[in-house]
């Protein structure tokens, strides 16, 4: 059974850092793409950033773009999102999530972290 674990949310003033992390445990992601995505108030899902298992081809949504890094680490079989420059409207519940090779679409997901940015 596969499981993404994150780890690394908190508070956070405007303009600071945090580093979220996901390990996965149970299988790797090869073929798969990887994801942040998060869920502030009012809003539907937002995915973030996302990465190729297999090449580490990055895309970012524009929202945060220049502020935000997502890496893997296959050894550890884990991805991480760095996140510079923060905002109040960062604020929401990141969820580390796997697409599904065939369909693309985002079907394993995490329990997912809080991050809260305010001053």
């Known amino acids: 059974q596969v499981q993404l674990v994150e780890s690394g949310g908190g508070s956070v003033q405007p303009g600071g850092s945090l580093k979220l992390s996901c390990t996965v445990l149970?299988?790797?992601?090869?073929?798969?793409?990887m994801g942040w995505l998060r869920e502030t108030p009012g809003k539907e899902y937002e995915l973030v950033a996302a990465?190729?298992?297999?090449?580490?081809?990055?895309a970012y949504a524009t929202s945060v773009r220049g502020r935000f890094t997502i890496s893997r680490d296959s050894a550890k079989n884990a991805i991480d999102l760095q996140m510079d420059t923060l905002k109040s409207e960062d604020t929401g519940v990141y969820y580390c999530?796997?697409?599904?090779?065939?369909?693309?679409?985002?079907?394993?997901w995490g329990q997912g972290t809080q991050v809260t940015v305010t001053s």
């Open positions: 999530a796997a697409s599904d090779v065939a369909s693309g679409k985002f079907t394993s």
């Open positions: 990465i190729s298992w297999d090449t580490g081809v990055t």
């Open positions: 149970g299988r790797t992601f090869s073929g798969s793409r």
